[in-house]
Every structure is written in C-alpha cells, then in structure tokens.
C-alpha cells in the first residue's frame, strides 16, 4: 500500500521561503521516478487547487499564482519530493497536500483518488 506523508509546514513571514517534503512509502521497487505526482493547497471552504505537477519525465507546470516562485523536484533515489517556495504571502496560506500517481489529462495532472498525504499547513503571517 503506497503512503504518501508530506512535512515542512510552518508559520513564516511574508517574503519568506519554506520547503516541503513529500516521502512515498509502499512502492514494490524503484519505481519513484515513473509516476506523475501533484502539489495542491487548500484554504478553508475551497477545494483543493493544484500548484505543481510533475510528470514521470520531471517535466514540470505550475498554476499562475505560483508561477516563478515555486519549484517542484523529486528526488528518485530517496522517493521524495518537495516544493520550494520562496517570496511566500499571506495568500499562500493553506494546508498542502502531496498526491503521487496520478494522470495527465491534456497536460493537466489529475490526482489519484487514494493517494494523498496528511497535509502540511503553511501559515503567511506577519
């Protein structure tokens, strides 16, 4: 059974950088690298919205607002990625979440339904 547990959440200031972890557990092999895998924030009373996919091939996207200031890497050989998040605001707030093997469909990562970590909670605040 594939876990998926993500870290890293904290209270910053704005302008801030923060980096989060999303560990996979559960795989039957080195099998990290072939998967799609998607960062998502959610703020109260909003669904989930993704920020940054990756895809088997590291080919990376990113929404808009994330554009330029976040950065989605995995590292295969420790079944990690993470998110690197720099020049962070208060409208960065919101609990992150990790999903790992998902689909692309038209070039947007659609999320595996089990698949999700715990959520990390990232709090912008002065």
């Known amino acids: 059974q594939v876990t998926v547990v993500e870290s890293g959440g904290t209270l910053v200031q704005p302008g801030e950088s923060l980096r989060l972890s999303c560990v996979v557990s559960g795989l039957s092999g080195p099998l990290f690298s072939i998967y799609h895998m998607g960062w998502y924030r959610q703020v109260p009373g909003m669904q989930r919205s993704l920020l940054a996919q990756?895809?088997?091939?590291?080919?990376?996207g990113y929404a808009d607002s994330v554009e330029g200031r976040f950065i989605i890497s995995r590292d295969n050989a420790k079944n990690t990625a993470y998110l690197q998040m720099s020049d962070l605001t208060p409208e960065d707030t919101g609990v992150y979440y990790c999903?790992?093997?998902?689909?692309?469909?038209?070039?947007?990562?659609?999320?595996?339904?089990?698949?999700w970590g715990q959520g990390t909670q990232v709090t912008v605040s002065a």
């Open positions: 999903n790992f093997g998902g689909s692309y469909i038209g070039g947007i990562y659609e999320p595996h339904p089990r698949q």
């Open positions: 990756s895809s088997q091939y590291s080919k990376t």
